[in-house]
């Protein structure tokens, strides 16, 4: 089945960046269409953006202008740039190989933006 394992997360000011990354044991992400979802405490689970395998993005509104979705294909990760962070962006963020957790979820990477 392979284990989603993000990294990357970590305490940041507002207005702050990270990069986060996702890989997927004993699968080839470039043909799966990566997710990245969130889930700040108290509340569900919520969608961040996505990739397809041909490259394409979708973005939630939330976040659109400021995360960019993309891919390293030739280190079998999908990357989250997070950019001019905002408190409301803390949460435990988790990748996604297909639509919510298709293929189970892993431990996720805590985000913590301070202002």
């Known amino acids: 089945q392979g284990q989603l394992v993000e990294s990357g997360g970590g305490l940041v000011q507002v207005g702050g960046s990270l990069r986060l990354s996702c890989g997927f044991s004993?699968?080839?992400?470039?043909?799966?269409?990566m997710y990245w979802y969130r889930q700040a405490q108290g509340k569900q689970r919520e969608f961040v953006a996505r990739i397809t395998s041909a490259g394409d993005t979708w973005y939630a509104d939330s976040v659109k202008g400021r995360f960019t979705i993309f891919r390293a294909n030739d280190r079998n990760l999908v990357y989250l740039e997070l950019n001019s962070l905002k408190a409301e962006d803390t949460a435990v963020y988790y990748c996604?190989?297909?639509?919510?957790?298709?293929?189970?979820w892993g431990q996720g990477t805590q985000v913590t933006v301070s202002s």
């Open positions: 004993g699968h080839i992400l470039g043909r799966i269409p």
């Open positions: 996604s190989a297909g639509p919510e957790g298709s293929s189970g």
